[in-house]
């Protein structure tokens, strides 16, 4: 033991003591700088403000430092909070310095903000001058993460000729935008707010490309299903028969299955028609698969009473089927759900009929997880609906 103490490299390591000791005090010293005293480059003005020294900070104190403070997280809070309330004379005096760095704020994660709330709260004169500084960036902004708000907020508030400007920008890159992250957002934007007459060069971009290819892509799916609840009839139509001519295609698609659905739910009469008719077709095998089941549901929702009478009858089978298509529904991971919607949207008559199909098939389902669901269901419904459904 009293070698090792004695040791050179122990006797080494107790001598440089001191120095490692300086070196741990100066690392740690550094550190601190770097993370707690160490302040970003800001003025003292937005560093008092951002440590409660000036309580009564108004807008008029901040002339020469707008910029600095909408760029701050809560800098541009302030900015905002004020604008809301604000005087005609304090609005100009904060919009001549964001109307001068107006492109810089609009791509920033703060500084979008503020340029949004002017569009919001400024003057008429204000939303125009700030409509009319996106000229010549409109596409670039519309691609930005935090540009393509601005541009939105714009759309909702300019008047019709600086909408004009904004489509003028985008009209030869729409395909572009929808495809987009970001920019699908303005499109969606443009559509909801700019006159349906002034939008035929995106349905005639969406019938060159195809709306049925469209539809299944993760951002176009949105853009087509804006056009089917704003644009007109006439420009609709076309588009609608292409969607009618490639549903078994969309039904099965993870995107397309949503914009099928959105016809469903919000189209004409007849258009919902023809789509229950097709799934009518291929009941069973669209109500086993993940996206397709979904449309099915959306049918058994929103379809007239006689269509959802054709879909129950197509799966319930003849009376003397050992096999119908509901038994196996009932042990899919997905058709059970097709099932349970069926159960709940039926009338009490259809329902009845459902209940005993299934009550046959009540000791094979018992070994299936998804056929469980399916009992506890029909134990709820023979609650409900007084059904003497003893043999469960």
Known sequence: MSSLLCSPSTSLGLKNFPLLYLCCITTCSMLIYWFILRQPNRSHLLDDFRNNRTPQLQITDIISHVVEFAKDQHGSRFIQQKLERAS???????????????????????????????????????????????????????????????????????????????????????????????????????????????????????????????????????????????????????????????????????????????????????????????????????AQHKFASNVIEKCLICAAPHHKTMLINEVCGDSDDPNPPILLMMKDQFANYVVQKMLDTADPVYRKKMMYAIKPHIPVLRKFSYGKHIISELHVLALLTCLPFYLL
């Open 88 to 286: 005609a004379k304090e609005k100009q005096l904060l919009f001549d310095e964001v109307l001068a760095n107006a492109h810089a704020l609009m791509v920033d994660v703060f500084g979008n903000y503020v340029v949004q709330k002017f569009f919001e709260f400024g003057t008429p004169e204000q939303k125009v001058a700030l409509g009319r500084s996106l000229k010549g960036d409109v596409m670039n902004l519309a691609l930005q993460m935090y540009g393509c708000r601005v541009i939105q907020k714009a759309l909702e508030s300019v008047d019709e000729t600086i909408q004009l400007e904004i489509l003028k920008e985008l009209e030869s890159q729409v395909l572009k935008c929808v495809k987009d992250q970001n920019g699908n957002h303005v499109v969606q934007k443009v559509i909801e707010k700019v006159k349906p007459e002034r939008l035929q060069f995106i349905i005639d971009t969406f019938m060159k490309n195809g709306p049925d290819t469209l539809s299944m892509h993760p951002y176009g799916c949105r853009v087509i299903q804006r056009v089917l609840e704003h644009c007109t009839e006439e420009q609709k139509r076309p588009v609608l028969e292409a969607l009618h001519a490639n549903v078994r295609s969309l039904v099965l698609d993870q995107y397309g299955n949503y914009v099928i659905q959105h016809v469903i739910e919000h189209g004409s009469d007849p258009d919902r028609d023809r789509i229950v008719r097709e799934v009518r077709c291929n009941v069973l095998r669209y």
